[in-house]
């Protein structure tokens, strides 16, 4: 979705939306039911999250807040082992988030994401992101409320509903 702003191998080389921390393990896209039929046949395993949606399930081995765990998805020499077009909603528009602040829907960026290499970068990512794709961003938002997050500190706000 966003390959007009981010090679591959810009994403290939960091991964850093694939990697969960065991405190930040809530960041596991939300899948929509077309995927989570697909990963199942594929026999990927799931869970289904306190907030009622379902995700990946993530191997951790020890109590560690600081431990790292892979999406299952994540081939490390290859990425992502998904077809770009079967991949998560969230991980295809990372590093936009949809997230509510108090009740209302927001479009987050998380400017720390390596691939935002320079400011004509970031200004790209932004206006197609306030542009083109914001109803993309609008519907799934409608349709898939789970993959709404609660606001994060870590994502500057680019697009507020008004």
């Known amino acids: 979705m966003l390959t007009d702003i981010f090679t591959p191998a810009d ?24 995927l989570i039929y697909l990963l199942q046949e594929e026999c990927v395993p799931l869970e289904k999250r306190q907030d009622g ?10 109590n560690s807040e600081d431990e790292v765990a892979n999406c299952p998805m994540l081939d490390l020499q290859r990425g992502c ?7 998560p909603f969230e991980c295809r528009i990372w590093p ?12 987050g960026l998380y400017q720390n994401c390596p691939a935002l290499k320079d400011d004509s970068t970031l200004q790209k990512l932004t206006d197609f992101a306030t542009g083109q794709l914001l109803p993309i961003l609008l ?9 709404v997050r609660e606001m994060n500190p870590a994502y500057s706000i680019i697009w507020r509903e008004k």
């Not at 082992?81 to 991949?87: K, M």
């Open 81 to 87: 082992t998904l077809p770009r077009e079967l991949r």
């Open 11 to 34: 994403c290939a080389a960091c991964k850093l939306c694939c990697n969960f921390h065991r405190c930040s393990a809530w960041e596991t896209p939300a899948l929509e039911s077309e």
């Open 96 to 107: 936009l988030r949809l997230m509510k602040d108090a009740s209302t829907l927001v479009i």
């Open 53 to 62: 949606s379902t995700s990946f399930y993530l191997h951790f081995c020890t």
């Open 139 to 147: 519907d799934h938002a409608k349709k898939h409320p789970h993959a």
